[in-house]
T-cell receptor
C-alpha cells in the first residue's frame, strides 16, 4: 500500500514551453502533497506544499507564477512549469502524506533544451 | 550554515562491512529524524524513523539520535551489494522535511 506515482517519468522540452507533471496517490487519499526539486548531487529541496481544495504554500525563493500547483482531488496534484528554461532542468519529486508519513513518487526528470 | 549537513561521499566498502552514515544539524527544534534510501533516478524510500533521542534497530539497520550533540547516525551491518544507493537523512519539527545532501554508498562484492 501507500504507492505514489508520477507522470511522466521524464520529459524533454524546448525553452519557453510549459510542462505539466502529475502526482497521484494510487491506493490512499492525501489531503497534503509536497513538491521537491533535486539537482545533481544535491539535496531534495521543498518547493511547495499542496493542499487539496486550497492554494499551495510556496517556500521562500520559489516563484509561484512559474511553478503552478493544482491539488484538485484527494489523489491528484499537478505541477506545471511555465515558460521553462534550461535552469529549470532538474529532478522533480512529489510526496503524499498518509498518517504523518510522506510517501515519495519515483520522480520526473525534466530537461529543458 | 545549512540546517542539515551530510558528507556526500562516495563511500565504498566491501561486502560484509559495517557502514556508518552521519548527519549533523543546527535546528534544536527538530524532533523527528528519518533515514531514506534513494536508488538512482528513483524517489526516496523510508528506511528508519526515530522520534527524539535514542536508538532504533530494524534488522541490519540501526539509527541513533543524539540531540545534545545534534548528531544522527545510521549503521548498516553485514552490508550487501544491494545496499548500494544514496542515503539521505531528513528531519523535521512540523510536517516539512529538511533533507541532507545524501551520502552515496557503494558496496562491492
Amino acid at each position: 500500500g501507500a504507492v505514489v506515482s508520477q507522470h511522466p517519468s521524464w520529459v524533454i522540452c524546448k525553452s519557453g514551453t510549459s510542462v505539466k507533471i502529475e502526482c497521484r496517490s494510487l491506493d490512499f487519499q492525501a489531503t497534503t502533497m509536497f513538491w521537491y526539486r533535486q539537482f545533481p548531487k544535491q539535496s531534495l529541496m521543498l518547493m511547495a506544499t499542496s493542499n487539496e481544495g486550497s492554494k499551495a504554500t510556496y517556500e521562500q525563493g520559489v516563484e509561484k507564477d512559474k511553478f503552478l500547483i493544482n491539488h484538485a482531488s484527494l489523489t491528484l496534484s499537478t505541477l506545471t512549469v511555465t515558460s521553462a528554461h534550461p535552469e529549470d532542468s532538474s529532478f522533480y519529486i512529489c510526496s503524499a502524506t498518509l498518517a504523518g508519513e510522506q510517501f515519495f513518487g519515483p520522480g520526473t526528470r525534466l530537461t529543458v533544451l | 550554515q545549512k540546517e542539515v549537513e551530510q558528507d556526500p561521499g562516495p563511500l565504498s566498502v566491501p561486502e560484509g562491512a559495517i557502514v556508518s552514515l552521519n548527519c549533523t544539524y543546527s535546528n534544536s527544534a527538530f524532533q523527528y529524524f528519518m533515514w531514506y534510501r534513494q536508488y538512482s533516478r528513483k524517489g526516496p524510500e523510508l528506511l528508519m524513523y526515530t522520534y527524539s533521542s535514542g536508538n532504533k534497530e530494524d534488522g541490519r539497520f540501526t539509527a541513533q539520535v543524539d540531540k545534545s550533540s545534534k548528531y544522527i547516525s545510521l549503521f548498516i551491518r553485514d552490508s550487501q551489494p544491494s545496499d548500494s544507493a544514496t542515503y539521505l537523512c531528513a528531519m523535521s519539527n512540523t510536517d516539512k522535511l529538511i533533507f541532507g545532501t545524501g551520502t552515496r554508498l557503494q558496496v562491492f562484492p
